[in-house]
């Protein structure tokens, strides 16, 4: 029963990576795309294949990931595990549908929290403020200003240039400022899945607390986000790439530049899972405030911004209602 329920652990998390890389496609490429600098499928290639390399830069995030609960080391640890990947997961189908960029990452942790807390579990709270909550609202801030600030350094240096040729040469940039957020979102987002088949491996007594990822783990996380990149989350990317604010290739290379080097930091520097939506969503933001900042659509910021808020507890409370459930269904 209990490798049953491990393996089945393990086929729902990929599930939900698979998720995770249609749903936060559009991190990756929407401003490439909008401003024509890449076409969606050669984007969508591309973010694909660097998704799948950034899942082999690092294993800090997932340890991160794996230490936010601590469950019982036998099948009903496991089932509540499965909850939380369940309620994750609906909260994912539920803003892709309605085209919210929401996180994946904070839908995810959410949760594994709201499974926790309606099985009775240890939730490890300070690790959640230090490395969730902190994070979740230090990046965004980041992500604007720094935006903001580049694309203001931009206008500045270029402001003598032709615009045309400015421009070009802003798409050509913008191939590679794509493949550097993609890498980052790979580094980042296929790292949190791996965190969670690894704590399941650890409470079916498969790995011990301080083991390295096995390859496998690695392997199959990568694959997952890889082919659900491909697979493209449209509705999302015409938010991103439109309806928030219109791009052009310099204000897209801006947003696309900050939000990688954000999401690098936090990875590297402090093993946070923080969300890649909200960072080049914040960071787009910021680079597009520089026209004016009316030239912002604020009401659909505000949608978003609310969509942010609410991910953690929905996505907790879907998680609770799926390890009930899962309790009564699976009897463990």
């Known amino acids: 029963m209990d490798l049953a329920i491990i393996i089945a652990v393990v086929v729902v998390a990929l599930a939900f990576d698979y998720t995770n890389g249609f749903h936060d496609a559009a991190n990756a490429i929407a401003t490439s795309v ?25 294993q800090e995030v997932a340890h991160t990931v794996s230490g936010v609960i601590t469950i019982p ?8 595990v499965m909850g939380g ?19 994946s990452s904070h839908a995810l942790i959410g949760g594994l929290v709201g499974a926790a807390l309606a099985s009775g579990s240890t939730v ?32 500045w240096i270029f ?20 493949a550097a957020m993609a890498l980052g979102h790979g580094l980042q987002d296929a790292q949190k899945t791996m965190g969670v088949i ?9 790995v011990s607390e301080n083991d390295s990822l096995p390859v496998w783990v690695i392997i199959c996380a990568a694959g ?12 999302i990317m015409r938010t991103l790439g439109r309806r928030i604010i219109h791009l052009d290739p ?22 946070a899972p923080i969300s890649t939506t909200h960072t080049i969503t914040s960071a787009i933001m910021g680079a597009g405030a520089t026209k004016r900042f009316s030239a912002v659509r604020w009401g659909v910021a505000r949608s978003i911004v609310a969509a942010w808020v609410l991910t953690f507890p929905a996505a907790g409370l879907v998680a609770a209602v799926c390890y009930w459930v899962l309790h009564l269904v699976i009897g463990q």
Not at 50 to 56: E, Q, V
Not at 159 to 178: D, E, M, W, Y
């Open 159 to 178: 402001k003598k240039r032709n615009p045309h040729r400015v421009f070009r040469g802003f798409r050509l940039a913008q191939t590679i400022s794509a």
């Open 250 to 271: 310099a204000r897209g290379f801006a947003a696309e530049t900050v939000a990688a080097g954000v999401l690098y930091t936090t990875a590297f520097a402090f093993q």
């Open 34 to 58: 909008s401003t024509r600098a890449l076409t969606p499928r050669i984007a969508l290639g591309m973010a694909a294949i660097m998704n799948f390399l950034g899942a082999f830069l690092g």
């Open 224 to 235: 997952a986000i890889s082919l659900g990149t491909w697979s493209g989350g449209w509705r």
């Open 198 to 206: 690894f704590l399941a491996l650890l409470t079916g007594g498969y």
């Open 124 to 155: 490890e709270w300070k690790v959640i403020i230090d490395k969730v909550v902190i994070p979740m609202v230090g990046s965004p801030l980041v992500g604007f200003a720094a935006a903001f600030l580049l694309m203001l350094a931009i206008m």
């Open 85 to 103: 990947l369940f309620g994750a997961i609906a909260w994912n189908l539920i803003t892709w549908y309605f085209g919210l960029p929401s996180s």
């Open 73 to 80: 080391e036998d099948s009903h640890g496991l089932v509540i």
